[in-house]
């Protein structure tokens, strides 16, 4: 595609539900991330994918968040059991390869746990 | 642990004014990447620095990386109100890109 595409782009959820969060990443980029972040802050890196490689899952907070990238493509973010404190913007981006690692970013999936 | 600290935090000046945000490191980078973020966007892409010693300009903004490819400057000239948003440098030491914590400038009119 032309660029990161993220949905939704608003998510409200209560406490307790889980969502899915997608992210289709630009055509040919090997790798990808999802970061997440809370108003006026950087970004927390949470999931790297890079090509068939197994992805770094070291910024995931806890067990009840999850990711997979079906394909070497499409990505998807899980958070089971949310909670108010995973309430954030959560980034997803895209770079070409392990040497060119300029960053494109989606727009962001705002979550909003109630 | 490879770390880009970023200072300023918060920046605030009026129009007209000029600034540096600094990204500084103790580790060797191969290059070192500026992105701007507005409010409701993701980051943007401002610049690649790859040499040391380089400078790029873009428009007002003037980017450096340090000789020894371990720090990097951004310097705004004559900041305008559209300069506003949150700054960020990032680097891929090992392939896999990390960022520093990011510079929220805001600009007065």
């Known amino acids: 595609g032309a660029g990161v595409s993220q949905s939704p782009s608003n998510k409200v959820t209560e406490k307790g539900k889980d969502v899915e969060l997608r992210c289709d990443p630009i055509s040919g980029h090997t790798a990808l991330y999802w970061y997440r972040q809370s108003l006026g802050q950087g970004l927390e890196f949470l999931i790297y994918f890079q090509g068939n490689s197994a992805p770094d899952k070291s910024g995931l907070p806890s067990d009840r968040f999850s990711a997979e990238r079906t394909g070497g493509s499409v990505s998807t973010l899980t958070i089971q059991r949310t909670q108010q404190e995973d309430s954030a913007v959560y980034l997803c981006?895209?770079?070409?390869?392990?040497?060119?690692?300029?960053?494109?970013f989606g727009q962001g999936t705002r979550l909003t746990v109630v | 642990t490879q770390l880009l600290e970023q200072s300023p935090q918060f920046l605030s000046i009026q129009e007209g004014e000029n600034l540096t945000v600094y990204c500084n490191s103790s580790s060797v980078f191969s290059s070192l990447q500026w992105y701007r973020q507005e409010p409701g966007e993701g980051p943007v892409l401002l610049v690649t620095v790859v040499t040391g010693g380089e400078v790029k300009k873009l428009k007002r903004l003037t980017f450096q990386f340090g000789d020894a490819r371990k720090d990097s400057s951004l310097h705004i000239t004559a900041a305008q109100p559209g300069d506003t948003g949150l700054y960020l440098c990032?680097?891929?030491?090992?392939?896999?890109?990390?960022w520093g914590a990011g510079t929220k400038l805001i600009i007065k009119p």
């Open positions: 990032a680097g891929a030491p090992n392939y896999q890109l990390i």
């Open positions: 981006a895209s770079s070409l390869n392990r040497v060119n690692t300029e960053a494109f």
